[in-house]
């Protein structure tokens, strides 16, 4: 069977398509540009899938009415991971368009021109559902992010700077919700939500022009490890819930395969950690993988106060990820810095 893929390119979007392809799914990749889908086709048909296997599409402009109409025809489910990721943003309003009206452009289309289309899973985010708490707290998919909402409704402009990629998350993932509700009796499809935590492991994806270029998250563990003098040593203390890459797509495409995943928010983690725990584990590699940059010590010792944590019960039930079959933080450092290494 045949799944669209958005974003195609991306950190996360890759290895959904790698783990797609390499489970035998034909994948259809929607990208902004020809150039991205050359990326693709090259990167994947060196691995041997061919056109008859990965097909690309450009979609220039995701918040265009109809934009997805032509990308929906003919698969059988749709992975929608293209949206903004910033850790910073000036303009909340102008930035969450793509995010929600892509998503919800996508769910159109799929009413409208995805007669084959049974799932459809979107790439939602923790961000969705944790608040920055001040005392320790167990986070479940019961919890909405509306903080962050509530800071830009507040605060406009002036909002934090990190509310406006988190505020995106919760705006559209609802969105979509919405949208099945309404819709519920002309849809012949269901959704599933993914919502990862902090994302480390390997990129895959095209990086153009260095480090700065890299996504989000891979920039994180890029700047705590190695790129020591680009943030304080303070911004090591900042803690969350984290998920290697290839565990998160392979949880994108167990959502597609598990019947019980239709109708369900699913959080996915493997557990909590520190900037620090990415140094610390850095630092425990035998052999350090990237010797041109030996790793410091950052500031090694404090007491640890993990303020987060999120259930995960319904990622060991629905899609069968338990806790021992994720991958370590050791996988996940020393495979981003091989990676690093590989590309100079
Ligand atoms: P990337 O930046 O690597 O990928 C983002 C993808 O979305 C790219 O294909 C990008 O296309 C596309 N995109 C960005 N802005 C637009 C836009 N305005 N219009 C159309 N397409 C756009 O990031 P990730 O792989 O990390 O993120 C993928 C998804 O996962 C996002 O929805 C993100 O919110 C979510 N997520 C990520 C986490 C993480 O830690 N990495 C954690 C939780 C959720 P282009 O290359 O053309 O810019």
């Given at each position: 069977s045949?799944?669209?893929v958005t974003g195609a390119n991306g950190?996360?979007?890759m290895w959904i398509v790698r783990t797609l392809l390499e489970q035998g799914y034909c994948v259809r990749g929607a990208v902004r540009s020809e150039s991205k889908g050359k990326y693709l086709t090259e990167y994947f048909g060196k691995r041997g899938?061919?056109?008859d296997k990965l097909e690309v599409v450009v979609v220039e402009d995701i918040t265009k009415p109809g934009a997805f109409d032509e990308a929906v025809k003919g698969v059988d489910a749709i992975e929608h991971t293209a949206a903004p990721v910033a850790s910073e943003v000036a303009n909340p309003q102008e930035f969450m368009k793509p995010a929600v009206q892509g998503t919800v452009g996508i769910l159109q289309s799929a009413l409208e021109h995805g007669s084959s289309v049974k799932r459809i899973i979107l790439t939602s985010s923790g961000a969705a559902i944790l608040a920055r708490p001040s005392e320790p707290t167990l986070y479940?998919?019961?919890d909405w992010n509306d903080e962050s909402v509530q800071d830009i409704e507040q605060n406009g402009a002036n909002a934090k700077p990190e509310s406006g990629y988190r505020a995106s998350k919760t705006i559209s993932e609802r969105a979509a919700w919405k949208f099945v509700e309404d819709h519920k009796s002309n849809i012949n499809w269901d959704l599933a939500v993914i919502n990862p935590p902090v994302v480390f492991?390997?990129?895959?994806?095209?990086?153009?022009?260095?480090p700065t270029s890299l996504n989000v998250s891979q920039r994180w563990l890029y700047d705590a490890i190695v790129d020591t003098a680009s943030k304080s040593k303070e911004w090591l203390y900042y803690s969350s819930v984290w998920i290697d890459v290839?565990?998160?797509a392979l949880a994108h495409v167990l959502a597609l395969q598990k019947e019980a995943a239709g109708g369900e928010r699913i959080a996915v983690s493997a557990?909590?950690?520190d900037l620090q725990d990415l140094v610390d584990t850095a630092n425990s590699l035998e052999p350090y993988p990237l010797p041109s940059h030996p790793p410091h010590k950052g500031i090694p010792g404090f007491e640890k106060t993990y303020l987060i944590r999120l259930k995960t019960d319904k990622q060991e039930k629905i899609l069968g990820m338990t806790g021992s079959s994720l991958r370590t933080m050791e996988e996940a450092v020393r495979d981003?810095?091989?990676e690093f290494a590989g590309r100079g």
């Open positions: 045949k799944v669209l950190y996360i979007a899938f061919g056109s479940s998919e019961e492991g390997p990129c895959i994806q095209e990086v153009v022009g260095g290839r565990d998160l557990g909590p950690f981003s810095l091989m």
